[in-house]
């Protein structure tokens, strides 16, 4: 049994990658949007969309703007999808943004009256799977890797406590790995790095990952707005299997020459001794607060992430619909129609 979606959603991120595909998805169901986004730029991206978005511009972890974001907002859906995955060089903003942010979202929601919030969280609470056939579940135990997971792991408690409290009903949606249109520059240049063989499997590219559509993504956001059985709830949203890494630069591939484009052959390997070594050195660059993202990815590209949807499936009603060809067909369109350089 469903509830009654409100005619408002404060969606927080709103310009960003998800942030874009949630709101034109809300917006072709006649919603109406108030998006909080970070400069005038990113408003005017976000206003293009439809009449019915109101942007409120400011950094999430303002109180100001968060009061101004929340004026009205009683009985409105909260998405929180704001926050830092990739710091520009120190550390500290993970958790300035992901942790402080996300309890001043928290109390606003809270001091509005807010429908139901729901959080954008991740799989970097629960770090890497023992080996590739393990899948996390919802009862699996926090792991967190490394600052990002654990300032989304600390997030993940202000929400649950909220919820516990009786303050607010609160859902947390845990997407892995995600692909599709509106992507940031990070990802075109995965597309391209893939097409011209320049993209490394680390150790044999058996290890898994689970991955998500954005189309699929926002699917699983907005029955966690409405699933009665949600509130108080977490669930992993992805697609519905894990992939090996080299199916995935495989589907890649597929992908590039589907939208006419020529694709090297070249796939370039590197020994898995090289991906533990950057997890080594990432955790030691961490550790004196610094970021540094290359080293960053080649630790993790070793490792399997997959999760479990089952409980998204069950008690949410998640259908996800769009397979890994058609979506990763659908970013590339999106980047060719931009004239992105792949």
Sequence with gaps: MDVQAPETAVVTGAAGWLGQNLVRDLLADG???????????????????????????????????????????????????????????????????????????????????????????????????PHPGHRFTEDSPYAPYLAYGRSKHEAELLVQQAHDRGDLATVIVRPPWFYGPHQPERQTRFLAAVRRGR?????????????????????GLRRAEVAAAAPGRAYWIADPQPYELRAVLDTVRA??????????????RLPAVAGRVAVRVDTALQA?????????????????????????????????????????????????????AL
């Design 199 to 219: 993209f490394p499997i680390v150790g044999d590219g058996s290890q898994r990952r689970s991955m998500a559509y954005t189309g699929n993504l926002v699917h």
């Design 31 to 129: 919603r109406r949007v108030r998006g909080l986004v970070r400069t005038d730029e990113e408003a005017a991206l976000l206003e293009v969309a439809g009449r019915a978005v109101e942007t409120v511009v400011g950094d999430v972890r303002d109180p100001a703007t968060l009061d101004r974001l929340f004026a009205g907002a009683a009985g409105a859906t909260v998405f929180h999808a704001a926050a830092v995955i990739h710091p520009a060089g120190r550390t500290r903003e993970l958790f300035d943004v992901n942790v402080g942010g996300t309890a001043l979202v928290l109390d606003r929601a809270r001091r509005a009256g807010v429908h139901r919030f729901v959080h954008v969280s991740s799989n970097s609470p629960f770090g890497f799977n």
């Design 288 to 340: 004196a607060g610094r970021y540094v993202q290359p080293i960053h990815v080649l630790g993790e590209l070793g490792e399997t992430i997959a999760c479990d949807v089952t409980r998204a499936v069950d008690e949410l009603g998640y259908r996800p619909a769009t397979t890994l060809l058609d979506g990763m067909r659908a970013s590339i369109r999106w980047c060719l129609e931009r004239g992105r």
């Design 255 to 268: 992908a590039l020459r589907a939208e006419g484009l020529a694709v090297t052959a070249r796939q370039p």
